[in-house]
């Protein structure tokens, strides 16, 4: 037969060579797209022997019939892109939340300005999913805090603080999972307001803090691992806004643009336990937004659109609320 007479010891072990080097080159890239959709270690040895059969007879049978070398392999860019796929992709996040805030202004000035002290407190629940449909988050907290606001003609500053206390339930390949989180977010502004032309008015403010959350610890049903999470940072920004005051329907309407840049520094996001792992994301962000408030008697009514972007995701998104003012 012709298969015997081209068989050689060169031509075995010039294929062999090949397959080797063209294996081995890149079959970690395809050990991290499969854990990376949280693959067991069974699956990753079926998607490993079915890939080594097909290559085997996909490089096999073209090269009897043609009677000339064949090699047929993989594509290392693709799983580079699905290494990153199960690490990336879109997410879907919906929030609500309620809450009551009282105010107290202070009487007489202090620095020549006046000052407005207030307590919030309220709820919150976000869900988070992702377009795959393979992880899902969901956390409801309480919300917790006090402000200051200290103004004077067109000039202002405000700190505030505010803690949280609630319980995460997620979900993903490894199974389901449930754990407490508490922790607390600060932020101070300094603002000023510039008169502008037609009516119109200009905010610039500048504003500089910090977040720290806990998780505790929780097991992870497929592995049995334990393992808890711990995120904090800091951040500066700069934030203008252009809006119009516009008396009409009984009330009082705000159209206005806003556009901002966020700074993030001294921020650690890590997950510790069983097994440890730090996390870095992009330390800058944008964002812009356009939004309609309307006041009229003791109720106010807000919606706007944005998008907060950095160079690792991009987020688009809107919201809507009511309040009502009680004296």
């Known amino acids: 037969m012709q298969f015997f007479k ?19 080159s890149s079959v970690a890239i395809v050990f991290q797209a499969a854990q990376s959709f949280h693959a067991t270690p069974g ?6 022997w079915a890939l080594g059969l097909g290559m085997g007879l996909c490089s096999l049978v073209p090269s009897l019939w ?7 392999a993989w594509s290392t860019p693709g799983a580079a892109v699905l290494a990153a796929a199960g690490t990336t992709g879109q997410f879907e996040t919906d929030e609500g939340s309620v809450f009551g805030n009282a105010s ?46 200290w103004s004077k003609g067109n000039f202002y500053s405000m700190s505030l603080i505010i803690g949280l206390s609630g319980e995460a339930d997620g979900q993903d390949a490894a199974g389901k999972y449930n754990y407490d989180i508490s922790g607390y977010y600060t932020n101070t502004v300094y603002g000023y307001t510039w008169d502008m032309a037609g009516g119109w008015k200009f905010d ?15 097991t992870i049903p497929t592995t049995a ?13 700069i934030k203008g806004t252009v809006f119009t005051i516009i008396e009409m329907g009984g009330g009082v309407a705000r159209p206005y643009l806003a556009a901002a840049y966020k700074n993030v520094f001294d921020e650690d996001i890590e ?31 807000g919606a706007a659109i944005y998008t907060e972007f950095s160079g690792d995701q991009d987020t688009v998104g809107g919201r809507v609320g009511v309040s009502l003012k009680l004296q």
């Open 66 to 72: 043609l009677r000339k070398p064949v090699m047929v």
């Open 104 to 149: 107290y202004d202070l009487p007489g000035t202090y620095f020549g300005g006046k000052v407005r002290i207030s307590g919030l407190l309220g709820f919150d629940g976000l869900t988070q999913d992702n377009d795959a449909r393979t992880f899902k988050n969901e956390i409801d907290a309480f919300i917790y805090g006090g402000s200051y606001l």
């Open 225 to 237: 691992t334990t393992i808890n999470g711990h995120a904090e940072g800091w951040n500066a920004g």
């Open 204 to 218: 610039a403010r500048v504003n500089i803090g910090s977040y720290d959350i806990d998780g505790d610890s929780f």
């Open 6 to 24: 081209d068989l050689s010891v060169s031509a075995v072990s010039a294929g062999f060579v090949a397959v080797l080097v063209g294996f081995t």
């Open 43 to 48: 699956e990753i040895a079926s998607w490993m």
């Open 271 to 301: 997950v510790r336990g069983a097994f440890t792992a730090d996390f870095d994301q992009d330390d800058n962000y944008g964002l812009l937004e356009a939004g309609y408030d309307f006041v009229q008697g003791p109720w106010t009514y």
